[in-house]
T-cell receptor, first 114, second 116 residues
Framework: DTAVSQTPKYLVTQMGNDKSIKCEQNLGHDTMYWYKQDSKKFLKIMFS???????INETVPNRFSPKSPDKAHLNLHINSLELGDSAVYFC?????????????FGPGTRLTVT | AQSVTQLGSHVSVSEGALVLLRCNYSSSVPPYLFWYVQYPNQGLQLLLKYTSAATLVKGINGFEAEFKKSETSFHLTKPSAHMSDAAEYFCAVSDLDQTGANNLFFGTGTRLTVIP
């Protein structure tokens, strides 16, 4: 069974559109995250979500909004897509919010904005 | 804030040779450190982690890393490279910010190429 899954794996869309990426974890973890990996492979935290508390990286545009229907899901919704949003987006989860807990990553969603 | 620096964006080794990937951290408190591997078109997989227990940490696939406080380093090694080790490797440090959130801050990655 896949621990952290994301859909879709590939997403190609045009500028100005709104899209969502879904993430589900079956590990029973309390904390979930979204990361963005740019074309140079640099990974940057976008959001962390723990017990319904959302921690937002202040550099993330407000066009990005995470939505968590329950503890096992953290979806990423993006409004008014821009060319610069093209990247690979990774969802992750961890057992808790403490620093010693490793994070488990999904396979990624490659978003291409044309 | 804590951070990590990976020296060398590309490392090439011959099959069977020693693998050494370098990571230095910057932290004012004892850090939690991680090494992740990313195979092409896949997500990140944890290789090993340091959480202030033993300074020599053994991970999966024959990798290990040694935490050296005096050198602020956490280099990743493997005695003998296999072709299947070719991948991107990321060092990361966990930073508990003022809200108590655990965020991973990654280095810029090192691409390992294994030459037959």
């Amino acid at each position: 069974d896949t621990a952290v899954s994301q859909t879709p794996k590939y997403l190609v869309t045009q500028m100005g559109n709104d899209k969502s990426i879904k993430c589900e974890q079956n590990l029973g973890h309390d904390t979930m995250y979204w990361y963005k990996q740019d074309s140079k492979k640099f990974l940057k935290i976008m959001f962390s979500y723990n017990n319904k508390e959302l921690i937002i990286n202040e550099t993330v545009p407000n066009r990005f909004s995470p939505k968590s229907p329950d503890k096992a899901h953290l979806n990423l919704h993006i409004n008014s897509l821009e060319l610069g949003d093209s990247a690979v987006y990774f969802c992750a989860s961890s057992q808790g919010g403490q620093g010693s807990y490793e994070q488990y990553f999904g396979p990624g969603t490659r978003l291409t904005v044309t | 804030a804590q951070s990590v620096t990976q020296l060398g964006s590309h490392v090439s080794v011959s099959e069977g040779a020693l693998v050494l990937l370098r990571c230095n951290y910057s932290s004012s408190v004892p850090p939690y450190l991680f090494w992740y591997v990313q195979y092409p078109n896949q997500g990140l997989q944890l290789l090993l982690k340091y959480t202030s227990a033993a300074t020599l940490v053994k991970g999966i696939n024959g990798f290990e890393a040694e935490f050296k406080k005096s050198e602020t380093s956490f280099h990743l090694t493997k005695p003998s490279a296999h072709m299947s080790d070719a991948a991107e490797y990321f060092c990361a440090v966990s930073d508990l910010d003022q809200t108590g959130a655990n965020n991973l801050f990654f280095g810029t990655g090192t691409r390992l190429t294994v030459i037959p």
